[in-house]
């Protein structure tokens, strides 16, 4: 993921929402989000190359997802960060738990922003910072390719906007739904006085200041707006992208 907005409110009616972008290159293989057949309590898109997933959520209620850290890194790392994600989907452990292990071989990974929940708890950790893993209080978050919360044009614009959309009332779910879809689907550039500076040159940091991105070979693929309520029901939404940013796919699930 590139991208992920998202509303913790442990004991509300609705207790996370989460509207996120999943920028990869095209060429790059994935399926659309599922239930695995090597797991079918596990619902996902699949990256078919190192078989992990970027964002997913279990019927018992278990989120996680991951993004990248952005800066220039030319060593080889043996472990896939789409595996930090899967494993903890499909595994037993609370998230504290996960995380207090996942620090042990923490540089195994190439650098990452790391969000774990279940019904009761949601942390956040990353590799990249001197922090341990931190129980997240309710609150709106942004979270992009650098720390949580870092103030980047596309997470500022996307946090304020997201705000008012999770505080609107509307007329059925789906209409909020189509709002989070429409705001991720924003495509417009930052100001370069406003970019990030992580090593790629201005250039490429203009290209992908926007929530939305479009350029050959390389942009968002994927838009997913996840809602968990407090009574255990979870709504998950894919909405799918070809090249170029044109819609493609869009599926529905509940659980």
Known sequence: MCLILFAWNPGAEEQLIVAANRD???KRPSQNAHFWQDNEQL????????HGTWLGVTRGGKFAAVTNFRRPDKKQYPLSRGALTAQYLIGEQK?????QELQQNHDQYAGFNLLVGDSSSLYYYSNRSNQPPCELSSGVYGLSNHLLNTPWPKVTTGVDSFSKIVNLDYDSPSAKEEALLTLLQN???AEESLLPETGVGKMIEKLLSPLFIKSPGY???TSTILRVQ?????SFVEQNYSEGGTPAERSRFAL
């Open 95 to 99: 998230p504290a738990d996960y995380l």
């Open 43 to 50: 619902l996902a898109g699949r990256d078919l190359q190192q």
């Open 24 to 26: 990869e290159f095209y």
């Open 187 to 189: 495509d417009q550039q």
């Open 219 to 221: 942009g968002t693929r």
């Open 230 to 234: 407090g009574n255990g029901g979870i």
